[in-house]
């Protein structure tokens, strides 16, 4: 496709479960990001990958959050016993990375909410 | 610690006004500055950005100015139409190590901007 494409792209799912969004990046970009967007705030940094290798992931919570991008392309954020408080739109961006655009393409977002 | 500030939850212009939305930030490791505008239940999307090393940047109706002295940028979109009314949201970057790219994007809360016909 030609965007960031994001799935599901509402998930709802109980208190303790474990969850995987998906995210397809703009093909060619070798950069990729997740945020995580709660009401009336900005989105918040959780990781970015170039190419397969997580290059920061200082912005993940905790150790329930875990993402992966095994081939350089698709990115799965995995986020294990979920709690209330990790009720958030969840955003995946791309870019060229390095040495290319710096901008970021966002996806629509992933809709969680624990109950 | 908010790194980025955006102080004005809304603003609201009439239609063919000028629309001047402010960001302050605090860490000055940042060097590269954007704007991202969003539509309810899309993601972000892209409308200009600024480095470091300069004080203007336009792009048709939108430009964002930067005031390194003061840690404060501006983006103004003239003239304003009501296609304009979303949420704004300014972001802040530093280059990586090694000088060749930039990683995460530090976002302020945003901005609701309504522009009335």
């Known amino acids: 496709?030609?965007?960031?494409?994001?799935?599901?792209?509402?998930?709802?799912?109980?208190?303790?479960?474990?969850?995987?969004?998906?995210?397809?990046?703009?093909?060619?970009?070798?950069?990729?990001?997740?945020?995580?967007?709660?009401?009336?705030?900005?989105?918040?940094?959780?990781?970015?990958?170039?190419?397969?290798?997580?290059?920061?992931?200082?912005?993940?919570?905790?150790?329930?959050?875990?993402?992966?991008?095994?081939?350089?392309?698709?990115?799965?954020?995995?986020?294990?016993?979920?709690?209330?408080?990790d009720s958030a739109v969840y955003l995946c961006a791309s870019s060229f990375g390095q040495g290319g655009s710096t901008e970021a393409f966002f996806g629509q977002g992933t809709r969680l909410t624990v109950v | 610690d908010q790194q980025v500030k955006q102080n004005s939850p809304s603003l609201s212009v009439q239609e063919g006004r000028i629309s001047i939305l402010n960001c302050d930030y605090t860490n000055s490791m940042f060097d590269y500055f954007l704007w991202y505008k969003k539509y309810p239940a899309e993601g972000p999307t892209f409308l200009i950005s600024i480095s470091s090393i300069k004080d203007k940047n336009e792009d048709g109706r939108f430009t964002v100015f930067l005031n390194k002295?003061?840690?404060?940028?501006?983006?103004?979109?003239?003239?304003?139409?009501?296609?304009?009314?979303?949420?704004?949201?300014?972001?802040?970057?530093?280059?990586?190590?090694?000088?060749?790219?930039?990683?995460?994007?530090?976002?302020g809360q945003g901005t609701i901007l309504t522009v009335h016909p």
């Open chain 2, 69 to 107: 002295s003061a840690k404060h940028l501006s983006l103004h979109i003239v003239p304003s139409q009501p296609g304009d009314s979303a949420v704004y949201f300014c972001a802040a970057s530093t280059r990586n190590a090694g000088g060749t790219s930039y990683g995460k994007l530090t976002f």
């Open chain 1, 1 to 85: 496709g030609a965007g960031v494409s994001q799935t599901p792209s509402n998930k709802v799912t109980e208190k303790g479960k474990y969850v995987e969004l998906r995210c397809d990046p703009i093909s060619g970009h070798t950069a990729l990001y997740w945020y995580r967007q709660s009401l009336g705030q900005g989105p918040e940094f959780l990781i970015y990958f170039q190419g397969t290798g997580a290059a920061d992931d200082s912005g993940l919570p905790n150790d329930r959050f875990f993402a992966v991008r095994p081939e350089g392309s698709v990115s799965t954020l995995k986020i294990q016993r979920t709690e209330r408080g």
